[in-house]
């Protein structure tokens, strides 16, 4: 995490250099901006076998990013920069026939379990987005572009509790699932993960007084966060987040 740390440190240094350069050229002002993540990385809709929700936790999911706006006219113009995001969730969920590959006891097993699932997601990447912009008034900027994500550390693990599974089908061998450690049924899906991702971005910035304001971005990805040939889970997994912070400009 220190190395990817330290990549995006050299980056955000080189778009400083750049951002100092072209303001004594008097181009337009860049943004820093600070926020944090609120969604979830979830498929669109809530799938059958999911028969409720017992708890959803939020994480430390912070944004920091440094943009560059150029402006063609007085309104229009185009912005993209460098961002850092952190995307996090934890679940327990309540599930009945729902497809699933585990190890209990350090055997692997597949098929449809019943029961609780805790699923944990968290995703470090350096993201740039590229977005149109337009100044609705002189305190108000609208944007909106696609971005592209590189996930530098990533993770989809959790546990099946309380339960059974059915082997491979729906009648197979009916496997008891516990709640103990030696009991319950793990997974770790990390290496099935895309490394890359895009979506859109739709944002807004307020700014308040000396270049200070605030911000909201709606993040819609685009493409599931899985490798096409991962069929573990069947529905195809998004990351959804809407972001609030604050920004200043300069």
Sequence with gaps: MKKNC???LTLFAFVSVASAQNKLAGNRCFD???GYNIGA??????????RSLNSFTLQKNIQMGLDYEYLFTDYWGITSGVHLDRKAMKTDARTKGYHMKMVQGGESIEGLFTGG???KVSAWSISIPVQATYWAASILKLRFGPYLSWNID???NGYAYNGYLRKDTPTGECIEIGSSADERGDYDFKDDMRNYLWGLD?????YIRDGWGIYADLQWGMCGVFKSSFKTISQTMYPIYCTIGVVKGF
């Design 6 to 8: 330290f990549l995006f």
């Design 32 to 34: 820093f901006c600070l």
């Design 41 to 50: 990385t979830s498929p669109l809709g809530m799938p059958a076998e999911v």
């Design 117 to 119: 699932v805790v699923t």
């Design 154 to 156: 990533k993770q989809f």
């Design 202 to 206: 739709f944002g807004a910035d307020v």
